[in-house]
């Protein structure tokens, strides 16, 4: 593995992109402070350009070299749960560029906490750390932008396959979903906003702060205008190319029934046991708890998506605040596939 981070540290300094783990999902690295590093992720990806990305740290005592005017719940956050799955947007510095930002004056930066990703991180740092010495490696997730995001080594190989120089492969990710995105841009007296829930929840979030985090609609003000742009926040995003539909438990006798005698190959991702339902093409059973769900659902939605379905079923999944990360990629996902398939499967009716 000696060798391996060697070999990443040169092609990352070199301009080249490499992936690795996080705890949350496969991230496609490069050099944050190169942008022409930075616009081959976006074409490896089909990512659009005012799209921004995530930077990633060695730690948090280089958070000033990527942010100006950081308020002391940036430092508070930062103590709680860095390293971990929590992107904090701040006013940009300087000196990071607009490629990376989308545009924008703000910049969203983390710690993660895979060990793998940590010693990456504190090795490029030693090698000068990219250019400018800025040591930040911006990394979304290693898949086609708006496709599934990948848990697994062999998900960034499958999906991008010679367009990375590097695969460093560190086994499944242990959280399985994006990080939480907290924006601490805005001036005092304006709340932090909740961007995109995730594995730190907002109570978690309002112990450390004092002040629960505020939604971006709930939040809005004459004089504060809208939020930033951030990873995750489009309605069609993580989706499969098999079209997909979520329905709740008491209706999935029916319509499971309904698919198969009219022919249809169908699989189903279910939470709970299901007795006495019409038996599908696929079916991925998943723990009936967040935690365990949000950390095998990328894979399961994977492979059915894979298994030559003509539609994918998921079951509802509970409407408790515990399960919010995961409802958002749930209707995210739904929301966006298909769209890639030339016939989509309409059950509307």
């Avoid at 829930?197 to 979030?205: D, Q, Y």
């Avoid at 093409?281 to 769900?293: K, N």
Wanted: hydrophobic residues 45%; charged residues 20%; negative net charge.
């Amino acid at each position: 593995m000696h060798d391996e981070f060697a070999q990443a540290v040169a092609l990352l300094q070199a301009g080249e992109l490499v992936a690795f783990p996080t705890e949350t999902v496969y991230g496609l690295g490069a050099d944050a402070a190169n942008p022409e590093a930075v616009a081959k992720i976006f074409a490896a990806k089909g990512r659009p350009a005012d799209h921004p990305l995530i930077v990633h740290l060695p730690g948090a005592g280089y958070l000033d070299r990527w942010a100006r005017d950081i308020p002391a719940a940036a430092w508070e956050l930062a103590e709680a749960f860095w390293p971990g799955p929590l992107t904090l947007i701040l006013k940009r510095a300087p000196e990071v560029p607009y490629a990376v930002t989308g545009g924008q004056e703000t910049v969203g930066v983390r710690v993660p906490a895979h060990p793998l990703a940590l010693e990456l991180l504190r090795a490029y740092a030693r090698a000068v750390g990219g250019r400018g010495g800025l040591c930040g490696i911006a990394a979304p997730s290693a898949n086609r932008f708006g496709r599934i995001s990948p848990t697994d080594a062999a998900h960034v190989h499958e999906e991008l396959g010679a367009a990375v120089a590097l695969v460093l492969d560190g086994g499944p990710c242990v959280v399985g979903i994006e990080s939480t995105i907290i924006d601490l841009s805005r001036d005092d007296g304006f709340p932090p906003r909740l961007l995109r829930p995730g594995h730190i929840t907002p109570e978690r979030i309002a112990v450390v702060i004092g002040v629960m985090p505020a939604l971006p609609v709930a939040s809005q003000d004459a004089n504060d205008g809208n939020p930033p742009r951030v990873s995750g926040s489009l309605d069609a995003h993580y989706a499969p190319l098999t079209p997909m539909r979520v329905a709740p438990g008491a209706g999935l006798p029916a319509l499971l029934r309904e698919l198969r005698e009219g022919g249809k190959c169908f699989g189903l991702l279910a939470h709970s046991r299901l007795p006495g339902l019409v038996p599908p093409h696929a079916l991925r059973q998943l723990p009936d708890e967040p935690e365990g769900y949000a950390r095998a659902f990328y894979a399961a939605l994977r492979e059915l998506d894979q298994a030559g379905n003509d539609l994918i079923v998921v079951e509802d999944i509970p409407g408790e605040p515990a399960w919010a990360a995961v409802a958002d990629r749930l209707r995210r996902a739904a929301c966006g596939s298909g769209q890639l398939r030339n016939t989509i499967v309409d059950l509307r009716n």
